[in-house]
């Protein structure tokens, strides 16, 4: 709840009572940025960013579909 709060405030201050949120999508960002800082030391930065390139690749990963379910299906039984 606290992570929520100050993300509103720092990054979308103009956000009002009541404005739909997109959870999903606020909780990836949050994940990419931790796992940058803490995996690689980089900032990603997607929460700042609305059209961030990380944001954009790992949506291509964790995309939702039959033909990105396939695909994950094969990386992980057939690993290069």
């Known amino acids: 709840t606290n992570f929520i709060v100050i ?3 720092t990054f979308r201050p103009s956000a009002k ?3 739909p949120v997109d ?3 606020t909780a990836a960002r949050f994940t ?3 796992i940058g800082k803490c ?3 980089l900032q990603f930065n997607t929460l700042k960013e609305s059209e961030s390139l990380y944001r954009e690749v790992g949506k ?3 995309g ?3 033909k990105n ?3 994950l299906i094969f990386q992980f039984i057939n690993p290069k």
Do not use: I, P
């Open 23 to 25: 959870a999903k999508e």
């Open 32 to 34: 990419l940025d931790v």
């Open 7 to 9: 993300y509103f405030l």
């Open 69 to 71: 379910s396939l695909r």
């Open 39 to 41: 995996a690689f030391g």
């Open 64 to 66: 939702s579909g039959f």
């Open 17 to 19: 009572v009541g404005d």
């Open 60 to 62: 291509t990963f964790t």
